[in-house]
């Protein structure tokens, strides 16, 4: 299940939801609860990434379910965050401060993964969402110092959830760079997802060349996820990425 979340990273989404489906088999089979937790919530976040929200939402039910029946903290912070993600995603942001506050509450007491930052950013741009700036700004402020501290798949997820929020902000330049270095560092490591996300903010945050050249790389990379799904993933994923250019 760890290279299925390497996977998610790389937008190899196809392998990663199949390889996800067997290890949660294999985990209930023997009873093995925190990779049966796993698995779901890895699925989840690889069906979120294919624009399948339905599908993420049962599996991080699945997920929290498991987490709660075998008290595993670790990993119900990381399922916390997916499903404030997630619910961000569905437009349900009141349902996302509440996640993401409970993953917050979650990490401040144990967070082996260094989840906290991310959790943060992403909180901060749930409360901007809600038009709450005043509570959003000192949350950001928390973790731009931490960026450079953080191992590279960490910090370039964190750049993104940054750059997001301050772009809800109207914080417009600090999101523009942001995303810019996340995208260039996301392709050179291999990270695909984060590099796909990064450029498709790029599309909303800049004009003329730059939005066009950022517009075909996305593209570009959208097809290459694209042909790593099924036929109906395909079409939801579709759906997600033209949704994107559109905002």
Same mark, same amino acid.
């Given at each position: 299940?760890?290279?299925?979340?390497?996977?998610?990273?790389?937008?190899?989404?196809?392998?990663?939801?199949?390889?996800?489906?067997?290890?949660?088999?294999?985990?209930? @089979?023997?009873?093995?609860?925190?990779?049966?937790?796993?698995?779901?919530? $890895?699925?989840?976040?690889?069906?979120?990434?294919?624009?399948?929200?339905?599908?993420?939402?049962? *599996?991080?039910?699945?997920?929290?379910?498991?987490?709660?029946?075998?008290?595993?903290?670790?990993?119900?912070?990381?399922?916390?965050? /997916?499903?404030?993600?997630?619910?961000?995603?569905?437009?349900?942001? @009141?349902?996302?401060?509440?996640?993401?506050?409970?993953?917050? @509450?979650?990490?401040?007491?144990? *967070?082996?993964?260094?989840?906290?930052?991310? $959790?943060?950013?992403?909180?901060a741009r749930a409360?901007?969402?809600?038009?709450?700036?005043?509570?959003?700004?000192?949350?950001?402020?928390?973790?731009?110092?931490?960026?450079?501290?953080?191992?590279?798949?960490?910090?370039?997820?964190?750049?993104?959830?940054?750059?997001?929020?301050?772009?809800?902000?109207?914080?417009? *330049?600090?999101?523009?760079?942001?995303a810019r270095q996340?995208?260039?560092?996301?392709?050179?490591?291999?990270?695909?997802?984060?590099?796909?996300?990064?450029? $498709?903010?790029?599309? /909303?945050?800049?004009?003329?060349?730059?939005?066009?050249?950022?517009?075909?790389?996305?593209?570009?990379?959208?097809?290459?996820?694209?042909?790593?799904?099924? @036929?109906?993933?395909?079409?939801?994923?579709?759906?997600?990425?033209?949704?994107?250019? *559109?905002?």
């Amino acid at each position: 299940c760890n290279l299925a979340e390497l996977l998610t990273w790389q937008s190899d989404l196809g392998e990663a939801i199949r390889r996800c489906t067997e290890g949660a088999a294999l985990a209930r @089979d023997v009873l093995f609860g925190q990779c049966e937790a796993f698995a779901h919530r $890895v699925r989840a976040t690889a069906l979120m990434e294919a624009g399948d929200e339905a599908g993420a939402a049962q *599996d991080l039910g699945i997920a929290l379910a498991t987490c709660m029946r075998h008290g595993l903290d670790d990993e119900m912070l990381a399922t916390r965050f /997916q499903a404030g993600r997630l619910a961000l995603h569905r437009g349900m942001v @009141d349902d996302a401060v509440r996640e993401l506050q409970l993953a917050l @509450d979650a990490a401040i007491k144990r *967070d082996t993964e260094s989840y906290a930052p991310v $959790v943060r950013a992403t909180l901060a741009r749930a409360f901007a969402l809600q038009g709450r700036p005043e509570v959003a700004q000192p949350l950001l402020d928390a973790v731009e110092p931490v960026i450079e501290t953080l191992a590279l798949p960490r910090q370039t997820e964190l750049m993104l959830a940054v750059a997001e929020a301050c772009h809800t902000l109207n914080q417009q *330049d600090t999101a523009r760079h942001l995303a810019r270095q996340a995208a260039q560092q996301a392709a050179i490591r291999g990270f695909r997802a984060w590099a796909l996300q990064g450029r $498709v903010l790029l599309v /909303q945050l800049t004009t003329g060349e730059e939005r066009e050249k950022a517009k075909m790389e996305a593209r570009a990379l959208a097809d290459m996820v694209g042909e790593t799904l099924s @036929d109906e993933l395909g079409v939801s994923f579709e759906a997600k990425i033209r949704a994107c250019f *559109d905002t």
